[in-house]
């Protein structure tokens, strides 16, 4: 009987260690929730979504100009394949929002591709968000780059191409490109901004979302064999939906939900558009010296605080300006009449020609109608501000180069360089601040006679009706 | 002994006084300056420079490069940290500048060196002379046009070095 109860015990404790281990075998290890991953990627690190997103829009490889519907306007619009932001939610859903250059230029639009795919990585249909900033948050946008404080509204544009290749109610244009049209954009818009300054679009069935914008900053680094390259600051910004609904009830025109917000997260990546596509209209530059434009007018708005006003000043009124040639002209000209600079030639592409004729832009603008009315009495005014600006800016702020004002009609009149450098000298304590006009009317008029003597293609008659307030307005937006 | 002692001080409050700065000629070694009382303040120049002579005319010239290193270098050899750190104390706006002409000709070789000055300028003139002299000796003015526009044989650049600029190594960006 003992023997059988010892045996009961073995058989016993046999049993307890297979029950166990059955039990171990049956625990299933909790797995580490996946982060959310965001990152900045180029079309080079992600070929697949790329083609994929070339296919569903209807482009072919190596394209990225096309055109959108976006309701009022068609847009032309350049894929940057070169910073897509990439999202990975925590179940593993890949979304990537494409930068998408505006190539009309509207400074307050912005515009995303949007590719989504689902958990088993097959992708929904693109489609366009197009963000339209508030009047009071463009300045803002274009001072710090970030969407920190987004104030206004965004708009679904859905890329609608059936199997056929033909985008549903759209067509293709002709040759030329961004010849490529997409695009149905969804009724009304969704307000961003906790309802703010962006509305709905009035339609009678817009579906609205309230939602606000969250903007991270963080730093990448890549490192190799123990040596770093600067960081690299990245933003993020993403919409973090609040509440969604048809403002009537009603359902949307063709009854599909495309239109509808996609859950979760949208990730939101922002071209600043370059300077010179904010402000040029037309273009007849070569290539070649459009880049130099380029690279002069970047240098402007690197320099002095009153350029810098002064561009602002043109692009947030949608000034649009011409370039091109005008070998009339001793180094550049705008032409009021076509709102056209034109250099004499490529040589003439210099910081000083563009800051000049720039300025006599934002002129024309400033006083009311325009420099049409200075073509005799008054011209010496316009062109002397437009130099003396120039000239007492480098005073203050640069390194005193002078003189735009007695440039090659001094060359006669040497000493003149000599007294008008004493004068802005004196005027600005040495350099060490601008003035408020009243201080030196009497002497500026006096110098400005002195201009027009030694210029004769200006001498023409002086009005004292007309201070200079195009170039003090700017100078005490920036003191 | 003493006459020699007192005309070597003498000689020393010339140099590193402040300037008089009424219309004269004021000898300083071998130089000659000429000082010229203008509209907003006076101009000092040497006037031992050939190209000063009557009649001499040049273009004006908006811009040119050289080396803003070199220049840096040889103004904080004639004004030494201290020297700066003095000035700015001197100077009713903090910001002691040096406002100057180059004559350049045609090789981009500086010829002479016009300083414009206002009254409250507290610089002497042997530190002028030691600029003057370093500036013609070393500095070389590159890429100025000279197309058609251009009718003279000699150039002028006219410029201010600010010395705090100099100091902190701004002035060289």
């Known amino acids: ?479 | 002994m003493r006459l020699v002692i007192i005309l070597l001080i003498f000689s020393v409050n010339i140099g590193y006084g402040q300037i008089d700065t009424r219309s004269k000629t004021l000898q300083f070694g071998e130089k000659e300056f000429k000082i010229d009382n203008r509209r907003n303040g006076f101009t000092l120049d040497n006037e031992n420079n050939i190209n000063l002579k009557e009649g001499y005319e040049w273009n004006v010239l908006l811009n040119a490069k050289y080396d803003r290193h070199l220049l840096q270098k040889l103004v904080l050899e004639v004004f030494p940290t201290n020297r700066i750190n003095e000035l700015q104390n001197k100077t009713s706006n903090k910001k002691p500048s040096i406002h100057l002409i180059w004559h350049i000709n045609p090789s981009g070789e500086i010829c002479s060196v016009t300083f414009l000055l206002q009254d409250s300028n507290v610089i002497n003139i042997s530190e002028f002379s030691s600029l003057e002299d370093k500036m013609k000796q070393y500095i070389k003015v590159t890429d100025f046009k000279k197309d058609d526009s251009f009718s003279k044989d000699f150039y002028t650049l006219t410029f201010r070095i600010r010395l705090s600029k100099i100091l902190d190594g701004s002035f060289v960006k």
């Open chain 1, 1 to 479: 009987m003992k023997k059988f109860m010892n045996s009961q015990k073995w058989w016993l404790a046999l049993l307890l260690i297979i029950v166990v281990g059955c039990q171990q075998d049956e625990v299933v290890p909790i797995e580490e929730p996946k982060a959310t991953i965001r990152r900045i990627v180029t079309a080079k690190d992600v070929p697949e979504v790329a083609q994929t997103l070339l296919q569903k829009i209807g482009l072919s490889d190596g394209n990225s100009l096309f055109s959108a519907n976006t309701g009022e306007t068609t847009s032309q619009l350049k894929i940057n394949w070169d910073q897509i932001m990439q999202l990975v939610d925590t179940t593993g859903r890949e979304t990537y929002a494409f930068g998408l250059q505006d190539l009309d230029d509207d400074p307050k639009t912005f515009y995303n591709l949007i590719m989504r795919y689902n958990a088993d990585h097959q992708a929904h249909r693109p489609y366009i968000l197009k963000y339209t900033m508030a009047d009071d948050f463009v300045e803002e946008f274009y001072a710090t780059g970030s969407l920190a404080n987004f104030k206004g509204a965004t708009q679904k544009i859905m890329i609608n191409r059936p199997a056929s290749g033909t985008p549903r109610g759209t067509a293709f244009l002709g040759a030329g490109d961004g010849g490529l049209t997409v695009g149905e954009p969804c009724p009304g818009e969704t307000s961003i901004g906790g309802g703010g300054d962006g509305g709905s679009g009035g339609e009678d069935s817009a579906y609205e979302c309230h939602s606000y914008l969250v903007t991270n900053i963080w730093y990448s680094q890549a490192c190799s064999s123990g040596v770093c390259d600067p960081p690299v600051e990245i933003s993020r910004s993403q919409s973090i939906v609040t509440e969604c609904g048809w403002t009537n009830g009603s359902t949307s025109a063709d009854g599909s939900n495309d239109c509808e917000p996609d859950d979760g997260e949208i990730p939101i990546i922002t071209i600043i558009p370059d300077p010179l596509d904010l402000i040029m209209g037309n273009n007849e530059l070569s290539p070649a010296d459009t880049e130099k434009l380029r690279a002069t007018l970047n240098e402007l708005l690197d320099s002095q605080c009153v350029y810098q006003q002064m561009f602002n000043h043109l692009t947030s009124n949608n000034i649009k300006i011409d370039f091109g040639y005008n070998p009339n002209t001793s180094s550049g000209g705008f032409n009021y009449r076509t709102g056209a600079i034109g250099f004499r030639n490529s040589d003439n592409i210099t910081l000083a020609t563009l800051k000049e004729e720039l300025f006599h832009a934002y002129q024309h603008d400033h006083y009311t109608g325009g420099l049409g009315q200075y073509t005799g009495t008054g011209r010496s005014n316009i062109e002397f501000e437009a130099k003396f600006m120039a000239d007492l800016i480098e005073t203050v702020y640069g390194n005193g180069f002078c003189c735009t004002a007695f440039g090659s009609a001094a060359n006669n009149y040497p000493q003149v360089v000599i007294d008008y450098n004493l004068w802005l000298s004196a005027i600005t304590d040495g350099g060490s601040y601008t003035p408020e006009f009243s201080d030196i009317i009497l002497d500026y008029f006096y110098w400005m006679g002195i201009f027009r003597q030694l210029n004769p293609a200006y001498n023409y008659p002086i009005t004292t009706a007309l201070n200079p307030t195009a170039a003090f307005d700017l100078i005490n937006e920036c003191n």
